[in-house]
Nanobody, 127 residues
Framework: QVQLVESGGGLVQAGGSLGLSCAAS????????VGWFRQAPRKERDFVAG????????YYADSVKGRFTISRDNAKNTVYLQMNSLKPEDTAVYYC????????????????????WGKGTLVTVSS
């Protein structure tokens, strides 16, 4: 079982930037592919970005492509999500989730099962 803890959420103005972190413990981090997901009020949880266990591939939702960047540091057991040019519609609770040895693109499939989830961090973008 892997434990995931998100951090870095907060309030930011539209057009601003924010960086999120997802720290993992409990399993071999280098085996884990990690995805970021978000859930806005009264909406379903959606995929945002994913990175493979090796870091060799990444995949983004169309809504964030070109604005968000996912990366990982296996030495620190941490995955990051750098969010630039934020929009009010990016407001949501952001979750990281992990699954062993899956592809970044697979994590973007609706309903794809992830093995472990963090508790989320709130990002609010004001207009």
């Amino acid at each position: 079982q892997v434990q995931l803890v998100e951090s870095g959420g907060g309030l930011v103005q539209a057009g601003g930037s924010l960086g999120l972190s997802c720290a993992a413990s409990g399993r071999t981090f280098s085996n884990l592919s990690v995805g970021w997901f978000r859930q806005a009020p009264r909406k379903e949880r959606d995929f945002v970005a994913g990175i493979s266990w090796s870091g060799g591939s990444t995949y983004y939702a169309d809504s964030v492509k070109g604005r968000f960047t996912i990366s990982r540091d296996n030495a620190k057991n941490t995955v990051y999500l750098q969010m630039n040019s934020l929009k009010p519609e990016d407001t949501a609770v952001y979750y990281c989730a992990a699954r062993s040895f899956t592809t970044a693109q697979a994590m973007g499939a609706k309903g794809y099962g992830m093995s472990s989830w963090g508790k989320g961090t709130l990002v609010t973008v004001s207009s």
